[in-house]
């Protein structure tokens, strides 16, 4: 009997920690039709659903660099921060006279001096991996999905 207990509390604390390993991060768009999970377990992952349905299920979200370095493998997150943005931006060369940028942003900064923003508006999602080096100056590696 005591060697089941023993059995059901290792296995009991074993869950707990894989559960606390797994972390999420969700970011509505300001309207909250588009919503972004990012998670960060041994990799992290990325999933949008727009309206409640899935667009995009949980997908890996990493970027190798030229020296073999991979960003999002083992992510390690140091910090977190949340934006909003609501603002008119003069357009000069449009045809209208001025465009609205409205959009949230959640940026997990990772150990390593690197981080991932994520954009969400009301046309779609950003998300980018941003990196700082003591040799080099900013670099930013941008895509979009």
Same mark, same amino acid.
Request: with cysteine; aromatic share 8%; charged share 25%.
């Given at each position: ?20 390993? *797994?972390?999420? #991060? ?9 919503? /972004?999970? =990012? ?6 992952? #990325?999933? =949008?659903?727009?309206? %409640? *349905?899935?667009?995009? &299920? ?7 660099? !030229? !020296? %073999? /370095? ?11 921060? *949340?934006?909003?943005? !609501? ?15 409205? $959009? ?13 923003? &994520?954009?969400?508006?009301?046309? %779609?999602?950003?998300? *980018?991996?941003? %990196? ?8 930013? #590696?941008? $895509?979009?999905?």
């Amino acid at each position: 009997m005591m060697r089941k207990t023993l059995l059901l509390l290792a296995a009991t604390v074993a869950c707990a920690f894989s559960a606390q390993a *797994r972390k999420t #991060y969700t970011l509505s768009s300001p309207e909250g039709r588009l919503q /972004t999970t =990012v998670a960060a377990d041994d990799a992290l992952t #990325y999933a =949008v659903t727009f309206d %409640g *349905r899935p667009v995009l &299920d949980a997908s890996p979200l990493s970027l190798t660099l !030229d !020296d %073999g /370095t991979t960003w999002g493998v083992d992510p390690r997150v140091a910090g977190v921060s *949340r934006t909003s943005v !609501d603002a008119v931006i003069p357009s000069p060369f449009y045809r209208a006279d001025s465009l609205r940028e409205r $959009y949230n942003s959640l940026t997990l900064r990772m150990k390593g001096d690197w981080s991932v923003d &994520d954009r969400l508006g009301e046309f %779609g999602v950003i998300a *980018r991996h941003v %990196g700082v080096r003591v040799a080099e100056s900013l670099r930013q #590696y941008d $895509y979009t999905c």
